[in-house]
């Protein structure tokens, strides 16, 4: 594992990592303007929607915004103007997107218990499933891997996160947009991201960064998934959700402040 004081980038998933029940609390807020004041560049790898990254961009304190598992990044240019790339053409990936959508739609007629997310509509490229719209009677693991094995036999990508069920057609992912977006905008080689990037997550989505990098940690919420896991984060943290990112903030400033 890298020294702390090697690290000058920390990415990491926001819904249940950065979010404690769904909110963000103060302590995290902090956190991430502590980081910002010591020059420890931070971006957030989410399956979120669009519409909540464009939010987070303009309102959080974050270099980056990583959304939808990978289908874009958010930044800010030299005058302070958010930017967006895509990792493919943007029609053809708003074309996949709704042949998608018109596919996932027809199968959740016969599962009811399996919804479209809420915020589907603020979404650009992927499709959301909520597997938990009522939270006293969430869909069943036999059903959402029922779902998740259908679309993967027909070529999408499907990855469970703490709240969906995020579908989409295409070769990105959370890593591999990360690190076009590390090497284009910050010039780092791939072995600098080794020694200088550390994620955390807390769900299944988040594997191809554990398997990845060598700092990785998992908030305590992610323990119901890590026989699920071929590669578990290298460190789980005590506390849930946003209080474990505090911890980690923490764990990382430490040798900065001697």
């Excluded at 249940?16 to 560049?41: F, S």
Aim: with cysteine; proline share 6%; aromatic share 8%.
């Amino acid at each position: 594992m890298p020294e702390q004081t090697e690290i000058r980038f920390l990415l990491t998933d926001v819904d249940d990592t950065l979010t404690t029940d769904g909110k963000l609390l103060p302590e995290t807020l902090a956190a991430l303007v502590r980081l910002q004041n010591q020059g420890i560049r931070t971006i957030a790898v989410t399956g979120a929607c669009a519409g909540w990254c464009d939010q987070m961009i303009r309102l959080w304190p974050l270099d980056a915004v990583i959304g939808e598992n990978g289908a874009f990044v958010f930044y800010r240019d030299e005058a302070g103007r958010v930017r967006t790339d895509f990792y493919a053409d943007r029609e053809q990936m708003a074309q996949q997107q709704r042949e998608l959508r018109q596919r996932t739609e027809s199968y959740l007629t016969t599962e009811p218990t399996l919804v479209l997310a809420h915020d589907q509509a603020f979404r650009y490229c992927d499709v959301a499933v909520d597997f938990a719209p009522s939270p006293q009677s969430p869909a069943s693991p036999l059903v959402v891997q029922a779902f998740m094995d259908t679309l993967q036999r027909e070529g999408y990508q499907t990855l469970r996160s703490s709240i969906h069920i995020n579908c989409w057609s295409g070769e990105h992912n959370k890593r591999r947009m990360t690190e076009r977006f590390l090497m284009q905008q910050y010039g780092l080689s791939a072995t600098d991201m080794l020694v200088q990037c550390a994620f955390i997550g807390d769900a299944p989505n988040d594997e191809p960064m554990f398997a990845w990098l060598p700092a990785t940690y998992g908030v305590a919420n992610i323990r119901p998934y890590i026989d699920v896991l071929t590669t578990p984060p290298a460190t789980i943290l005590d506390r849930r959700g946003g209080l474990g990112f505090v911890d980690l903030v923490d764990h990382l400033l430490q040798p900065l402040h001697g």
